[in-house]
């Protein structure tokens, strides 16, 4: 199972993109609100989470995890010891570790980027520790993938997408939503 984790003031289209291509492509994810299952976006919307952090323990079945950015969204995942110890299972097992926007500063301050290629929001490069920066809207390096923010939700979709169903599966979803690379 993929875990998305959602914490007031998330940048919505970096969770809900995601969310919605990899259930088109048939991969399970659930939806961890950290607080509460009553999530609030950056720019105000309402989401409900699957669950809330206090109604589960650390789950076994880590396939991935998916840290959307935003602010504060970003730094209310950081704080949250149920999210750290879900990252920090996924790295230990080699799952998928995916962040977008801010959010790949908690893999950099975590130490889980060394030696890999890394992107980011602007601004929020000093937190990549020991990662390699490439400017580029999406960066694939093993287990880990990171994008630079709302603009590239789409291609983080499809590059989680990619990892768990294979390039081929990916790319007759990007057509069937009329998507460009």
């Given at each position: 199972?993929?875990y998305?984790?959602?914490?007031?003031?998330?940048?919505e289209?970096?969770?809900i993109?995601?969310?919605?291509i990899?259930?088109?492509?048939?991969?399970?994810?659930?939806?961890?609100?950290?607080?509460?299952?009553?999530?609030?976006g950056a720019?105000?919307?309402a989401v409900?989470?699957?669950?809330?952090?206090?109604?589960?323990?650390?789950?076994?079945?880590?396939?991935?995890?998916?840290?959307?950015?935003?602010?504060p969204?970003?730094?209310?995942?950081?704080?949250?010891?149920?999210?750290r110890?879900?990252v920090?299972?996924?790295?230990?097992?080699?799952?998928?570790?995916?962040?977008?926007?801010?959010?790949?500063?908690?893999?950099?301050?975590?130490?889980?980027?060394?030696?890999?290629?890394?992107?980011?929001?602007d601004?929020?490069?000093?937190?990549?520790?020991?990662?390699?920066?490439?400017?580029d809207l999406?960066?694939?390096?093993?287990?880990?993938?990171?994008?630079?923010?709302?603009?590239?939700?789409?291609?983080?979709?499809f590059?989680?997408a990619?990892?768990?169903?294979?390039?081929g599966?990916a790319?007759?979803t990007?057509?069937?939503?009329?998507?460009?690379?």
């Open positions: 199972m993929i998305l984790f959602l914490a007031d003031g998330f940048e289209t970096e969770a993109v995601p969310l919605d990899l259930k088109r492509v048939e991969v399970g994810v659930t939806t961890v609100g950290i607080g509460g299952r009553a999530v609030v720019h105000g919307i409900g989470a699957d669950f809330a952090d206090s109604e589960m323990p650390i789950p076994d079945d880590i396939d991935g995890v998916i840290l959307p950015g935003g602010m969204g970003t730094l209310n995942l950081e704080k949250s010891e149920f999210v110890a879900c920090k299972k996924a790295a230990e097992n080699g799952k998928l570790i995916a962040a977008i926007c801010a959010a790949p500063s908690i893999l950099g301050r975590m130490g889980l980027l060394q030696g890999k290629k890394a992107t980011c929001f601004g929020f490069e000093g937190f990549l520790e020991g990662a390699e920066f490439v400017d999406c960066v694939v390096d093993g287990n880990v993938i990171t994008a630079r923010g709302a603009g590239a939700a789409l291609e983080f979709g590059a989680i990619e990892y768990f169903v294979g390039k599966e790319e007759l990007r057509k069937a939503m009329k998507c460009r690379k």
